[in-house]
């Protein structure tokens, strides 16, 4: 009889980027344009590896047409809570044909999961950072294992702790790649305008940052953008990123 086939006696399980990855990143991109930065990217070492995870937001179709413009067959991750706003459960289907995009990937919270910790539906109104683990940062979780890389389209002018945003982190052994990191509002308008981008249709009503339907409000004159999220709340992001304060070092 022949010999067994060998069995590895142990699994590589060293992470994709580091803390140090991150940084040589920050520094090679300095100065580079985010659609030329995405190009070299893509097209280049990250090729295969990447997943760009948009939530379908008022201003996501900026970096979702940089990234369907150099390849529409980039995976895009959308994490479908089950608390959505209708408006944007329909922009993302107009917004991913329009853009020609290939490779939708929707992630849902894990019902056996929603039935053992929230079984009313009803845990944003009592414990919004319990909710956002279970309806939005365990999806992805799951949604970004295959991957070494992903984009995020968080941008520094949004609110005070994300002033000091850096372009590369690291985050659980990925690289997360902010591309629109030091964009302002007026660079999203005039790409919205020179390419023509449908808006997402809550925006015109005050809606500047649009996560889940209850825990997302209007924004009045003067406030962050994301003043409207999880107002009432000593809360300002969903667990998937973390705040980053003026004046603090980026954790690559």
């Given at each position: ?5 060998r069995?590895l ?13 991150a ?16 190009r ?26 940089m ?26 289907d ?8 290939t ?11 929603l ?18 683990e ?18 995020s ?35 999203l ?30 924004v ?5 953008p994301?003043a ?18 003026p ?6």
């Amino acid at each position: 009889m022949g010999e067994p086939a060998r069995i590895l006696d142990t699994i590589d399980t060293a992470p994709a980027f580091t803390a140090a990855d991150a940084a040589a990143m920050q520094a090679r991109f300095d100065g580079v344009s985010a659609p030329d930065m995405l190009r070299e990217l893509l097209t280049g070492e990250l090729a295969g590896r990447i997943a760009s995870v948009s939530s379908y937001g008022a201003e996501s179709a900026v970096l979702l047409h940089m990234v369907a413009t150099i390849d529409p067959d980039v995976p895009v991750i959308f994490t479908n809570t089950q608390k959505m706003f209708g408006e944007t459960l329909a922009y993302r289907d107009e917004l991913s044909e329009r853009l020609g995009l290939t490779d939708l990937r929707v992630f849902r919270p894990d019902p056996r999961v929603l039935a053992a910790k929230d079984k009313t539906g009803l845990r944003w109104s009592y414990d919004p950072d319990g909710c956002c683990e279970i309806r939005k940062v365990e999806p992805l979780r799951r949604a970004l294992a295959p991957f070494d890389a992903w984009i995020s389209g968080r941008k520094g002018f949004q609110s005070g702790t994300r002033l000091a945003l850096p372009r590369f982190e690291e985050d659980e052994g990925r690289l997360k790649i902010n591309p629109l990191a030091d964009w302002k509002k007026a660079d999203l308008d005039a790409y919205f305008e020179e390419h023509d981008l449908p808006r997402h249709p809550l925006e015109a009503q005050g809606y500047l940052s649009i996560g889940c339907a209850p825990c997302t409000s209007k924004v009045r004159p003067g406030e962050d953008p994301r003043a409207g999220r999880w107002r009432g709340w000593d809360k300002v992001e969903c667990g998937i990123h973390q705040p980053v304060q003026p004046g603090e070092d980026p954790v690559f």
